[in-house]
Structure formats: structure tokens, C-alpha cells
DNA sequence: GAATCGATGATCT
DNA sequence: GATCATCGATTCA
């Protein structure tokens, strides 16, 4: 079992975006517990090149730690209502992050369904994590979550002590497509969203 | 099944 | 004051 570590991250955000598709992510929510899903759906969001990205217009308060080291979690809040998981990536100074969108649940489905308010007698298994909301509800993740490592070999791990992201490296290569990402106005035709083809568990 | 719409708060201009 | 990397409820079919 390999864990990715901080060399895996600090790459194109469009090669780590290709890359992550198969890995397994997990994470010790704020409740305590563990939950893991398998990668299936990411989006590259780069730097001042990027419009659609938050470092699209350079450096600011929130878009700040995507210029930073890479293999850090980049958590932010949209709508007013959902979070979103990012891994910045790219070398330090250079701006890049990489969304996670749709993980196939692995660990503690019954977890991430009583996370996210499912009757837990019959929910859809796509219904737990597929899409960057659903996915932060079922893991566990906050705004707090913002600046917390995820490359294996980072410390400190957490201002608790404890590590509370890793990701496993894939077993096997992936099937990839590649095509627009979703629910931005800018740049909107840039193929830099990965999905696994073969999931039942994508967004949309 | 598809289309539409409103919630809600951090962030930036 | 406007924008927003979303979701679930509602409506119509």
C-alpha cells in the first residue's frame, strides 16, 4: 500500500487531476471517524492563466494557499452552503488545485449516510458522495478543514496531532476521459475535468 | 426522467 | 452589492 506523497502533488494540477482518478482517499471526519472512497471524478484549476480558477486574479486572502506548497487540503465554502475538498498542487510559488468531485464509497458507507441525512435503511450508493458537496458532508469536512495535509510525508499532520487526510495510490492503471468542467462561466470549454468512465458514481 | 429555482455566507470589488 | 468550482425540493412529464 503506497501513499501519495508530496512529489505525487507538486505537478501540473492537470496531471494530478489524470492521476488521482483510482486513488482512494480517507479521511478521519470531525466526528472521529474514518470514511474512504475511491476517485473518480477531479477538475485542474490552475493559476493567473486560469479565469475560472481562485487564483485566477493572483494573490488574495482566500486563494493565497494555492500558491503554496503543494499536497495541502484547499477547502472553501460555496453557495453559503456546501464545502469543497481541493489538493493544491504545482511548486511552491506557483499557483494550482485540484477539486475532488465523486469518490465511490469503500469505508463507512453507514458513516457517510448518516452524515448526510440518508435513510439508512435504503439510500442510492451514489447518493453519498457523488459531487464536491455531497462528498464533504459524507466525509466530514469544514472550513476548518483549510491548510490540512494530505501528503503522506508532511508534517504536522494536524493542530490536533492526529492525520486526518491520505490518499492511497491506485493498484491499477485507470480508463480517463476528460471533458468541460461544471458549474463555472468562465473558461468553460477547457477539458481539464477527469472522470472515470466505468463509475455509476459521477455527479450530474 | 428533465427543468427550474431558491437557500445562504464567505469573499472580493 | 455582486458573485459563486452546489444541492435538494418542486414541478412537469
Not at 469518490?103 to 435503511?121: C, I, K, N, S, T
Not at 504536522?156 to 492526529?162: I, Q, R, V
Amino acid at each position: 500500500m503506497t501513499f501519495l506523497a508530496a512529489d505525487f502533488f507538486a505537478r501540473a494540477a492537470v496531471d494530478v487531476a489524470r492521476d488521482l482518478l483510482g486513488a482512494t482517499l480517507r479521511a478521519r471526519g470531525n466526528d472521529g471517524l474514518w470514511t474512504a472512497g475511491r476517485i473518480v471524478e477531479t477538475e485542474a484549476y490552475g493559476g493567473q492563466d486560469d479565469p475560472a480558477s481562485h487564483a485566477g486574479r493572483g494573490r488574495t486572502p482566500r486563494s493565497e494557499i494555492m500558491f503554496g506548497p503543494a499536497g495541502v487540503a484547499y477547502v472553501y465554502l460555496i453557495y453559503g452552503v456546501h464545502h469543497c475538498l481541493n489538493f493544491v498542487t504545482e511548486a511552491d510559488g506557483e499557483a494550482g488545485a485540484v477539486l475532488i468531485r465523486s469518490l465511490e464509497p469503500v469505508d463507512g458507507q453507514m458513516v457517510m449516510a448518516r452524515r448526510r441525512g440518508l435513510d439508512l435503511g435504503r439510500y442510492r450508493r451514489r447518493d453519498l458522495c457523488a459531487g464536491p458537496g455531497k462528498l464533504s458532508q459524507a466525509m466530514g469536512l469544514d472550513l476548518s478543514w483549510n491548510g490540512t495535509p494530505v501528503a503522506a510525508d508532511h508534517g504536522p499532520e494536524s493542530p490536533s496531532g492526529l492525520r486526518l487526510l491520505l490518499v492511497e495510490a491506485g493498484s491499477a492503471a485507470v480508463d480517463w476521459q476528460a471533458g468541460p468542467r461544471i458549474g463555472i462561466s468562465r473558461a468553460v470549454d477547457r477539458p481539464l475535468r477527469f472522470v472515470d468512465p466505468d463509475s455509476d458514481c459521477l455527479s450530474r
